[in-house]
C-alpha cells in the first residue's frame, strides 16, 4: 500500500524501482566491475531503501543474476531478412551493437562472472544460453526450411559469438568489416 | 636480512612469499570470483602479514595484474614439432590444459577483468596479450620459413583461442577432439 497516492498502476512504482535498481547495477559494474561494490551502494545508487532490495532480490548475487538475465533476453528479436546470409549478418551486428553499446561491456563480464560464481550464478548463465540458443535455433531452422545449408548453434557460438565476446571482453574494437568477415567465413 | 639464519640463497625467502601470495589470490578468485576478497584476506590465506603484500605490491589491483602476468606467461614454451598443424594442435591443446587445470578458470577470469578494470588493468591486459601475440607469430614465421601457408595470430585468436576461452568461462566441457577439430577447420 502507498499512501501518498491511490494504487491506480498496479507495478507501475514497482516496475519503476526495479528498472532504477538495474540500471544502478550496470553501472556500478561498468564503474568497478563485478563484485566490487555492495548492496547498500546500488541502494543508495538507485535512490531506493536497502531493504526494498532484500525484500524483492533477497540478495545481490540474485540481482545480478535477475539484471544478466532481464538485459540478455530482452534484445531485440531475431531477425527474419529471407536469407540465412541476410539473416546471420543482422544479428551478428546486433549482437555487436549490444556488446559495444554504453552497457555491453558491463552485461557481458556479468553473464560471464555468473556462469562462474556457484550453483545460482551456473543456473542463471546455463537459463542465459539455452534462452539465446532457442533464438538462435529458430532461424537457423528457417533457413533449413527453405532449403538453404545452415550452420548449428555451436558453430555459430564457437566462430562469430566467441571472437566478438572475446575481442570485447579484451578490450578489443569491432568493426562492422570484422563482423560481416566472421559470419561469410563460417558460411 | 633474516635474524634466524643467513641469507645465503638471496631471493629464496622472497620467492617463497611470492609463490604462497600467488597461489592464495589463484585460489581466492576460484572460490569466490574475482575482486570479492581483500588484502588482508590474502595474506591471511598466504600466512604474511599486511604490510608484506603493501610494501611489495603496493596495492590489490597491482597484485592480480602481476599474478595473470606471471601465470599466463610462465606457461609451456611454444612447440616445434616440424608442421603447422602439429604445433598448432601440440598448442591448442597446452591452452585448453592450461585453461581447464585447477586454476585455469580462476587466472581467465582475471586476465578478462584485468582486460576491463581501468588504466593499471588495461595495461596488463595488453601486456599479457602483447607476449602470447610474440610466441605465437614466432611458431606461424617458422611454419612461413618453412613454405607452409599459415594463418596470422588474429584467426588463432578468433578461431582456435576465442571458442575455447567462450566455453571454459561459460562452464562448457572441452574435449581433444573438440579442440583437435577447432585446429582442423581453421587449416
Redesign the interface.
Known sequence: MNDRQPARRPGGRSARVGAQVHQAVTDLIGER????FTVGEVAARAGVADSSIYRRWGSLESLLSDVALTRLNARSPMPDTGSLAGDLRTYAAQVAREITGPDG?AVL?LA??L???GRRG?EA??EL?AERTRQLQSMLDRARDRGERAPDTFDV???V???M???V???MELTPEYVDG?VDRML
Chains 1, 2 share one sequence.
Open positions: 566491475g563485478y563484485g566490487n561491456p563480464h560471464v562472472a556462469s562462474s560464481s551456473l548463465g546455463a544460453r557460438l564457437d566462430h559469438l566467441a571472437p565476446y572475446i575481442r571482453l579484451f578490450g566472421l
